[in-house]
């Protein structure tokens, strides 16, 4: 089950809202967890059972570093414990069929017995919720937090439905009070409806229509796209991946906000960065400061000079592109991102960002992002590596027929020209300006209160309405979060 399908939208999200509203405050912690796990074994079936493993062991954990730390211990035992059975269970599920295929590669060059593995089954979400558990009890380990000794409530930390397939990951930290004690304002509830419309909107009306045309591209042997077609395929890419993923995420934070949790951002207009270390400021916010916090301060951070500096950057990155799947295009995008971090810690990477104006470091930053891009998105690197020469490759013929005409259509250009223009904070611009307009007009503030209640009621019903028609139209809607 996903955000932007009719069953959770007309089914299963106006349920629990009832039976979370009308229960009381004693029971909305059980309905939540309930609803959380149910929402999770409808795609997964038996290996909810794998998520309640993971409860059961990281209650146990923290009850474990507490009791250590309360009785003269410093808790470090039993964390080691706790990060070995986290990282096994992702590691098995997630990187063993990685591992056993590599392995076999090597074993046949060297004429020896492969391995035998079974195809093993990759459950949804394995990577944030694992990241959950351990932000928990190495929180806990560093007397960051408190231990949870309600049961409940740290399943429904691990296990809340509105960000567990696609995040934003949420630390324990930042949402214990928020657990025990939460309430459920009119206003915070009206917010989380139009936050989860605008999010909806970003997946189903941006997002599905700009990656119906990547996937095509994408699909194509590339020796035979033309450039043009190559660039618009990688940069629809480029498009979908973010209204995509910052769709969910606005989904996420709206229903976190109908149950009164308020979750971090997760996205700050990424592609207006005129810096690589810049733009992984502002994408995928929660990632990013999980590894700085747990991985890369760790290791050392930028305490122990440049080499080691460099070192740690692309230990984090190597392993960034591997929790976004068991691939080696993703470890290249990983590194290949970091790379790009530390040429602009190097003596000629400063220069040219402290002379170039800002218009060309923009250029620079979506075109070093747009190839990474390309990694991410081919299946293999042999691929990646074709559809990038098809980028620069200017004398492949044209391409027509009617499979192209049905991705490139006037749909497509009219999504692909506001995607563009709505990735840049446009409407927060223009909110502002119009507030001063309605300032300088000396409009009522009751009159301009009212004129912005009825355009945003009507902007809202019209995306909400317009995605409802999509989806029901039977409309392309991938799930991309599969490999995480």
């Not at 909305?28 to 794998?50: D, H, K, M, T």
């Not at 046949?108 to 990577?127: A, N």
């Not at 605008?198 to 796209?225: C, E, H, Q």
């Not at 700085?292 to 050392?300: E, H, K, V």
Request: aromatic share 18%.
């Amino acid at each position: 089950m996903v955000f932007s399908s009719t069953i959770f939208l007309f089914l299963f999200l106006p349920l629990v809202l009832l039976a979370y509203l009308v229960l009381g405050r004693k029971l909305r912690n059980i309905v939540l967890l309930i609803a959380s796990l149910a929402f999770y074994a409808w795609g997964e079936n038996i290996f909810v059972l794998l998520m309640l493993v993971s409860i059961l062991l990281n209650y146990s954990f923290g009850i474990l570093i507490d009791y250590s730390q309360r009785h003269g211990g410093n808790g470090k035992i039993p964390l080691i414990f706790a990060v070995t059975a986290n990282l096994g269970l992702l590691g098995f599920f997630k990187y063993a069929n990685f591992i056993v295929t590599n392995l076999n590669t090597i074993l046949l060059k060297l004429q020896m017995t492969p391995l035998v593995l079974e195809k093993v089954h990759l459950p949804i979400g394995i990577s944030f919720f694992t990241f959950q558990s351990l932000s928990y009890v190495i929180d806990l380990y560093r007397h960051e937090t408190i231990v949870q000794k309600n049961l409940i409530n740290i399943a429904l930390y691990i296990s809340l439905f509105p960000q567990l397939i696609a995040g934003p990951i949420i630390r324990y930290h930042d949402i214990a009070s928020q657990i025990v004690q939460r309430r459920t304002r009119f206003e915070d509830f009206s917010y989380g409806i139009q936050r989860f419309i605008i999010g909806l909107g970003k997946k189903v009306l941006l997002a599905n229509v700009l990656g119906r045309t990547a996937d095509y591209m994408f699909s194509l042997p590339p020796g035979n796209i033309p450039a043009s077609l190559a660039w618009l395929g990688a940069v629809s890419y480029t498009l979908q991946i973010y209204y995509d993923f910052s769709g969910y995420s606005d989904m996420a934070i709206g229903l976190g906000r109908m149950f009164g949790f308020h979750f971090m951002e997760n996205f700050n207009y990424p592609y207006v960065s005129k810096s690589i270390r810049e733009f992984w400021c502002r994408w995928h916010i929660s990632l990013s400061s999980w590894f700085r916090d747990y991985l890369y301060i760790p290791l050392g951070g930028n305490r122990y000079g440049n080499a080691r500096t460099y070192f740690n950057l692309l230990i984090v990155f190597l392993l960034c592109g591997l929790w976004h799947g068991a691939c080696w295009t993703f470890v290249i995008w990983g590194l290949y991102h970091g790379g790009f971090l530390i040429l602009e810690r190097l003596s000629p990477g400063k220069y040219f960002l402290n002379i170039t104006p800002a218009p060309v470091k923009h250029l620079y930053v979506l075109l070093v992002v747009i190839i990474g891009w390309v990694f991410f998105r081919a299946e293999t690197f042999v691929y990646a590596l074709g559809y990038l020469r098809a980028m620069v490759t200017f004398s492949t013929p044209a391409m027509y027929n009617s499979q192209l005409f049905l991705s490139i259509n006037n749909e497509f250009y009219v999504v692909l020209f506001i995607a563009v223009i709505c990735s840049a904070p446009i409407f927060s611009m223009l909110e502002k300006s119009l507030e001063s307009w309605g300032e300088q007009l000396s409009m009522s503030g009751m009159l301009f209160r009212l004129t912005r209640s009825l355009s945003s009621v009507c902007f809202f019903s019209f995306v909400f309405l317009y995605s409802i028609a999509s989806l029901m139209g039977g409309s392309y809607n991938p799930f991309l979060y599969f490999r995480f």
